[in-house]
């Protein structure tokens, strides 16, 4: 079945610093790919999207581009800030559109 | 435009009572999904529901749970006699459409514990 794999947290960032999660997929045909943020206690909002190969979702200084060739959706920002610091899922959407398959997330915290 | 909304935020039952977690979904939108997320853990799909219909219920555990989205009110997670091992956050999305490249957008979540 459809799966995603995500770099294991937590990750510890000074603020500035450059952020790269890695995440990478398996799954049949073409999948749509997101980027979801989780902030404590709070449930998931949508960063970014990107919906067909080479595609890139951008927002609030991150951005993701959808590789087909390596099957990756790497979720970059050049300068993070403490208040980036958040839980964030990978998600794919299937053909069908039934139900996202998400990955284990990966905690990152900014110090200031 | 309202988000989606979950009620309770918060839901203590001891074990083998019932517990039933709301949904509302944005408005103009048909399509309500499910999803559990246990302590440290990503999110893990249960059920999709449009207006009176289970689309896929794949992800519900066999017994005790169910789920329905009638044609008027909120969509419904009920779980019946409940276990330690209910214990986690219950999160509803929904999306305009069944389509692949639709987003789903996600509630607040319901956080239930089971004494």
């Known amino acids: 079945g459809d799966s995603v794999t995500q770099m294991e947290g937590p990750v510890t960032l000074s603020e500035e610093a450059f952020l790269t999660i890695n995440c990478t997929y398996t799954a049949t045909g073409y999948p749509s790919l997101f980027w979801y943020v989780q902030y404590p206690g709070e449930g998931l909002q949508l960063l970014l999207k990107?919906?067909?190969?080479?595609d890139k979702g951008s927002n609030k200084g991150f951005e993701a581009t959808y590789r087909k060739e390596t099957t990756s959706f790497h979720l970059e920002k050049g300068s993070v800030q403490v208040s980036d610091s958040a839980v964030y899922f990978c998600a794919l959407s299937d053909n069908y559109g039934q139900n996202f398959v998400f990955g284990p997330g990966t905690r990152l915290s900014v110090l200031p | 435009n309202a988000g989606v909304m979950q009620n309770p935020r918060h839901l203590v039952r001891r074990r083998g009572q019932e517990a039933r977690l709301r949904c509302s979904p944005m408005?103009?939108?048909?399509?309500v999904y499910w999803y559990r997320q246990l302590p440290e853990e990503g999110l893990k799909f249960m059920v999709y529901l449009q207006k009176e219909n289970i689309i896929d219920e794949s992800g519900m555990p066999k017994e005790r749970f169910s789920a329905e989205f009638p044609k008027e009110g909120p969509s419904i997670l009920r779980i019946q006699q409940v276990v330690r091992g209910d214990s986690a956050a219950y999160f509803c999305?929904?999306?305009?459409?069944?389509?692949?490249?639709?987003?789903?957008?996600f509630g607040p979540g319901t956080r239930l514990t089971v004494l």
């Open positions: 999305a929904s999306s305009p459409g069944g389509q692949p490249t639709d987003t789903q957008y």
């Open positions: 990107a919906t067909k190969a080479d």
């Open positions: 408005k103009g939108h048909s399509h």
